[in-house]
C-alpha cells in the first residue's frame, strides 16, 4: 500500500475535540482516492500529516505510512527526503506557490536541482520536458515567462510540472481545481487523470465537491468533524450511500440532471473546532438519529458491496439511491 | 402563491443593451459587458452564469447602479433607473432607487459592517427608508431569514458564513426590494449551507413575489432556481432563453462546453476536451 | 503499536510587555502630577527668589533653582500641563483635517484624489518646523500659533495615512451595500467608513503624540512657542541654558530629562498600542 494511514488522531492543547479521530485511509500505487468533508472536517489535516507539517504543539497518535516508512517517526534528514521525494502536494492558490518575480522556469529548475543529483544544463531541459508533459504549448516559451503572464489554469500546470520534478509516487491534491473555473477545472482533472496512467501515480484528492469526487476517483472518503464517517467505491456512492450525512451531501447539493428533485438541505451548520461531542459528531443533525446516538462513539462498520460507514443505525437505514419526496417545487413559470 | 394569475405582461425588470468598457493601464481596452439585454417578470427568476472575466459581475453591479453603463439601460417597471424624475431630490431618488433592486454579495463576512450587531445592522436599513424599525419589525424580519434572538446582538464575525449571509438577505429584504441581484452568493458557502440559503431564497421569492437575479458561476444551482438563464462569455450573450432549454439542450458551442465540464454521475473529463474541441472550431 | 509524538509548544506567545508597563506606569504619574500640580509643587511656578539663585538639590528645592530662583521641581510640574494639552490640541487640529482630506480623497477618487494627494504630498516634503516658522513670522510667536501651524503641518501625514487606510476600507462590499441601500457618501463616510477605522487612526495618532511634543518643545526652545512666564519644558531648557556657563547643570537637564522620559515612553506605549489597535506603519 502507496499510504496507509492507520487511527490517525490529532489533537491541539486548548481546542475542545480533535482536529482528526482515528483516521484510517489508505491509497493503492495507481489509485485515485477522493477525500470529501466541508470546512473543518479535517480533510486538509489529513492530507498534511502525510508530509508531516503538524501545527505547532500538537500531540499524534497513530500511524501514517508512506511506502511502509512511518513518517511520523521520521526526522531531519529522513523527513527533508521524503517531502522532496516520494511525496508532492499541489495546492488550491497556484499563484501563491509561486514566486511572482521570478520566471516559471526557475521555479521548476530550483525544484529539479535541489535534490543535488541534477547539473542546471539538465535541470533546463528537463524543465522544458515537464512544461511540455502537462501540457503547456511551447514550454520553451513558458519557461521564461513569469506567473502574471500565465493564466489560472496555466499556473495550476506549472504548479504540477513542479510537484511531478522529484518523479514523486503520491500526488496529494488539496482543493487543487477549486478556484478554477469549470471549464479549466475539467482540463485540469484530465491532465491529472493522464498523469496517473503514464506515471502510476497515487492520488489523494481532496475537495469538498462530493459530485466532483464521485466522478473523478476510484474510491471516496468523507470526513465529518475530524472522522471518516463512509468509504466506498465513487460508482456506489451515487447509488448506495450510506451514511446519513454522505446521503444528506447528495441531497442537498444540485445537480444537472435530475432537476424534479428539490434540494434537502442538512439542518444546523458543520461543527467548529469549538463543538465538543459525547457520540456521534452528526447526531445533532441526523434525520435517523435517536438518544442514543449521542454517546455512541463512532466505529466503521463494513458494508456488503465493500467500503464502511460509521454510523449506529446503519441496518435500519434506506439503500439505494437518494431519492427525496419533491417537497417545495416552485410554480413553473 | 396566485401570482401567475396576477402577473402583467410587461416585464418587472428590463435590462437594454448593457455596456462597459473599462480602459486598462496600457492603453487597451476591455469590454466587460456588450449590449447585455434581458428581462425578468414580477416574481421570476433569472440565472447569469459565465466564467471569471466573462462580465457577470459587472452587469450585476450595473444593475444595482455600482458600476454606470457607457450605453443601455436598466428599467424597473417601465422607469429608467438612471433618469431622475423631477419632483424628486437625489436623496429621495437614491432611495427609491434602492427599494427596486438590492443586492447580496459573494463573501458575506466583508459585505456586513464589522461594527454593526445584525439588530443594528437591520435598524440601519430600516431607518434609512424611513420604516419602522422597532423591536419587533426587526425580529419578523430576523425570523424570515432563519434567524434568532441569540443571533440579533451578534456581530459578523460571532457569526457563521451562512449565517452572515441570512443577515444580508434580511437586510436586502429590510427596503422591500421588487429585485435582489445575488452576485455569487452562495458560492462562499459550506455545501450543506448553501441549500439551506437556496431554499430560503426559493421561500423568499414564493412569499413576497420579489424577482431574483442569480449571477453565478455554478451551472447547476442555476439549474435549480431559475426559470431563464443568460449564459455570457468574455462580455457577450452567447445564449439565453428558458433555463430548462439552455441548460438541458442547449444551442451555442460554449453552453455546450460548460455542460460537459461540469462532474456528475459518469463524467470523463475527456467529455470537456471534445466540447471543447467544438467549441474551438465553431 | 503507536507512535506518540509531541511537537514542542511554540505557540506565539506575546512578549510580556515590560517596557510597555512601565511606560504607562510613568505617564500616569506624569498625568496625575500635571492635574495636582498646585498640590504637589512646594511653591509657585513663577515666584522668583532672587536670593535663592541656582540652588543644587536638597534643603528647601528638591531639584534646585534657576537663574531667578523659581523652583525647578514646581516649573516641571506645571509645565507639563502645557506641554501635555498642547500635544493632544495639536494632533486634535491635525487628525480634523487629514481625516477628512484623506477620506474625501480616498472616497471622491479622480481629480479630488489627484489634487489632496500632490498637496499633501509637496506639504509632506517641505519640512513641518520651517513651515511653521514662517507661519509664526506672519502671525507672530506663541503658543496659540504653534500648535496651530504644526497642526497645520501635521495634516498631511494623517491625510495621507487615512487615505490608504479608507481606500482599503471603501473597496469592501459592505461599502457598496450601503450604496445599494441608498445612503448618500458623506453619510456612509461619518457614520460607518470613519467609524470602522477609528482604531487605526488612533493607533497612529498615539505614536505621533511623541513627535507633537518634541516638536512643541523645539519651537518654545527656539522662541517660537510658549513665551516666558510661562513653565512649558521646550522655554524652561533654553531659560536654562544660559545657566550651564555658571556651572549649574539642573535648569537645562530637568526639563530636558522630562521631555526625553515622557517622549520615550509616550512612543514605547504609542507602539505597543498601534500593533494592538491594528495600525499599519
Known amino acids: 500500500m502507496l499510504l496507509d494511514i492507520q487511527n490517525l488522531t490529532l489533537g491541539l492543547p486548548g481546542a475542545a475535540r480533535p482536529l482528526l479521530a482515528e483516521v484510517s485511509l489508505r491509497v493503492g500505487a495507481g489509485e485515485t482516492v477522493g477525500l470529501v468533508g466541508e470546512s473543518g472536517s479535517g480533510k486538509s489535516t489529513t492530507a498534511k500529516t502525510v508530509l508531516r507539517l503538524l501545527p505547532e504543539a500538537a500531540s499524534v497518535t497513530g500511524r501514517v505510512l508512506v511506502d511502509g516508512t512511518d513518517v511520523l517517526a521520521l526526522d531531519g534528514a529522513g523527513l527533508r527526503a521524503h517531502r522532496a521525494g516520494t511525496v508532492a502536494m499541489v495546492h488550491q492558490d497556484p499563484r501563491s506557490a509561486l514566486n511572482p518575480v521570478r520566471r516559471v522556469g526557475d521555479f521548476l529548475v530550483e525544484r529539479l536541482t535541489s535534490t543535488g543529483t541534477t547539473d542546471r544544463r539538465t535541470a533546463r531541459a528537463k524543465a522544458v520536458e515537464l512544461l511540455g508533459a502537462v501540457g503547456l504549448s511551447e514550454p520553451e516559451r513558458r519557461f521564461g515567462q513569469r506567473p502574471h503572464e500565465l493564466s489560472g489554469g496555466m499556473l495550476q500546470r506549472v504548479v504540477i510540472a513542479g510537484a511531478l520534478a522529484a518523479e514523486p509516487r503520491l500526488l496529494l491534491a488539496d482543493e487543487s481545481t477549486s478556484a478554477l473555473d469549470v471549464t479549466t477545472q475539467a482540463e485540469i482533472l484530465a491532465l491529472l487523470r493522464s498523469l496517473r496512467e503514464q506515471r502510476d501515480l497515487g492520488m489523494l484528492f481532496i475537495t469538498h465537491d462530493l459530485h466532483l469526487a464521485a466522478a473523478f476517483c476510484d474510491r471516496v472518503y468523507v470526513m465529518y468533524a475530524g472522522r471518516v464517517v463512509e468509504q466506498q467505491e465513487a460508482d456506489r456512492l451515487f447509488t448506495h450511500a450510506r451514511h446519513p450525512y454522505t446521503r444528506g451531501l447528495l441531497a442537498c447539493s444540485p445537480e444537472l440532471e435530475d432537476i424534479d428533485r428539490a434540494l434537502e438541505p442538512i439542518p444546523g451548520r458543520p461543527p467548529s473546532l469549538s463543538d465538543t461531542f459525547t457520540g456521534c459528531p452528526f447526531a445533532t443533525r441526523c434525520p435517523h438519529a435517536e438518544p442514543e446516538c449521542g454517546t455512541w462513539i463512532p466505529e466503521p462498520v463494513p458494508l456488503p458491496g465493500g467500503g464502511t460507514a460509521a454510523c449506529r443505525r446503519l441496518a435500519d437505514l434506506p439503500e439505494g439511491p437518494v431519492e427525496q419526496p419533491v417537497l417545495a417545487k416552485r410554480s413553473p413559470a | ?282 | 503499536m503507536t507512535a506518540a509524538i509531541t511537537v514542542d509548544a511554540r505557540l506565539p506567545v506575546r512578549r510580556r510587555p515590560v517596557l510597555v508597563i512601565a511606560g504607562a506606569a510613568f505617564l500616569a504619574l506624569v498625568v496625575l502630577a500635571a492635574a495636582f500640580a498646585p498640590l504637589l509643587a512646594p511653591y509657585a511656578p513663577d515666584a522668583v527668589d532672587l536670593s535663592a539663585s541656582l540652588v543644587g538639590t536638597g534643603g528647601d528645592h528638591p531639584l534646585g533653582t534657576d537663574a531667578s530662583g523659581q523652583d525647578l521641581l514646581s516649573r516641571v510640574l506645571y509645565g507639563a500641563r502645557t506641554s501635555l494639552i498642547a500635544p493632544l490640541a495639536l494632533l486634535a487640529i491635525a487628525a480634523l483635517l487629514g481625516v477628512t482630506l484623506g477620506t474625501v480623497a480616498a472616497w471622491r477618487g479622480g481629480w479630488v484624489d489627484t489634487l489632496v494627494s500632490r498637496v499633501t504630498d509637496v506639504m509632506y516634503a517641505f519640512p513641518g518646523l520651517l513651515f511653521v516658522v514662517l507661519i509664526i513670522a506672519v502671525f507672530g510667536a506663541g503658543i496659540t500659533t504653534s500648535v496651530l501651524g504644526l497642526g497645520l503641518a501635521f495634516a498631511p501625514t494623517i491625510a495621507k495615512y487615512t487615505r490608504s487606510v479608507a481606500l482599503t476600507e471603501r473597496a469592501k462590499p459592505y461599502v457598496d451595500a450601503y450604496r445599494v441601500q441608498g445612503m448618500g457618501g458623506v453619510r456612509i463616510c461619518v457614520r460607518h467608513l470613519v467609524p470602522n477605522l477609528a482604531r487605526s487612526i488612533v493607533g497612529y495618532l498615539v505614536v505621533l503624540f511623541g513627535e507633537a511634543l518634541m516638536s512643541l518643545a523645539t519651537l518654545s526652545y527656539l522662541g517660537f512657542g510658549s513665551q516666558p512666564p510661562s513653565s512649558d519644558w521646550g522655554l524652561m531648557v533654553q531659560e536654562g541654558q544660559a545657566a550651564i556657563v555658571q556651572g549649574a547643570l539642573l535648569p537645562a537637564l530637568v526639563p530636558g530629562t522630562a521631555i526625553a522620559a515622557v517622549v520615550v515612553a509616550f512612543n514605547v506605549v504609542g507602539v505597543w498600542a498601534a500593533d494592538r489597535l491594528g495600525a499599519r506603519r
Not at chain 2, 401570482?3 to 480602459?23: C, F, M, N, Q, S
Open chain 2, 1 to 282: 402563491m396566485s401570482a401567475i394569475e396576477t402577473r402583467p405582461e410587461a416585464p418587472l425588470l428590463v435590462a437594454d443593451g448593457l455596456t462597459k468598457t473599462y480602459r486598462l493601464p496600457g492603453g487597451e481596452r476591455l469590454t466587460a459587458a456588450d449590449r447585455v439585454s434581458f428581462t425578468v417578470p414580477r416574481g421570476g427568476s433569472l440565472g447569469v452564469v459565465g466564467e471569471s472575466g466573462s462580465g457577470k459581475s459587472t452587469v450585476a453591479r450595473m444593475l444595482v447602479g455600482l458600476v454606470r453603463p457607457d450605453a443601455g439601460t436598466v428599467a424597473v417597471d417601465g422607469r429608467d433607473r438612471a433618469t431622475r424624475p423631477p419632483s424628486f431630490g437625489r436623496a429621495a431618488h437614491r432611495l427609491a432607487r434602492a427599494r427596486e433592486i438590492q443586492m447580496v454579495f459573494q463573501d458575506p463576512y466583508i459585505s456586513l459592517d464589522p461594527r454593526l450587531t445584525a439588530r443594528h445592522c437591520l435598524r440601519t436599513s430600516l431607518r434609512l427608508h424611513g420604516r419602522d424599525a422597532g423591536d419587533g419589525r426587526i425580529a419578523a424580519l430576523l425570523d424570515q431569514v432563519g434567524l434568532g434572538a441569540r443571533e440579533a446582538g451578534a456581530r459578523p464575525h460571532e457569526l457563521s458564513g451562512g449565517q452572515c449571509q441570512r443577515l444580508a438577505i434580511a437586510r436586502a429584504l429590510a427596503v422591500d426590494p421588487r429585485v435582489l441581484v445575488l452576485d455569487e452568493a452562495v458560492a462562499a458557502l459550506d455545501v450543506s449551507i448553501q441549500a439551506q440559503i437556496l431554499r430560503l431564497l426559493d421561500e423568499i421569492r414564493r412569499d413576497t413575489e420579489v424577482a431574483l437575479v442569480f449571477v453565478s458561476h455554478d451551472l447547476a444551482v442555476v439549474r435549480h432556481i431559475t426559470e431563464e438563464t443568460v449564459v455570457m462569455r468574455r462580455g457577450t450573450v452567447v445564449e439565453q432563453g428558458p433555463t430548462s432549454r439552455v441548460l438541458g439542450a442547449p444551442e451555442d458551442p460554449y453552453t455546450r462546453l460548460l455542460l460537459a465540464s461540469v462532474p456528475r454521475r459518469g463524467w470523463d473529463p475527456a467529455d470537456a476536451e471534445r466540447a471543447r474541441a467544438e467549441a474551438d472550431a465553431a
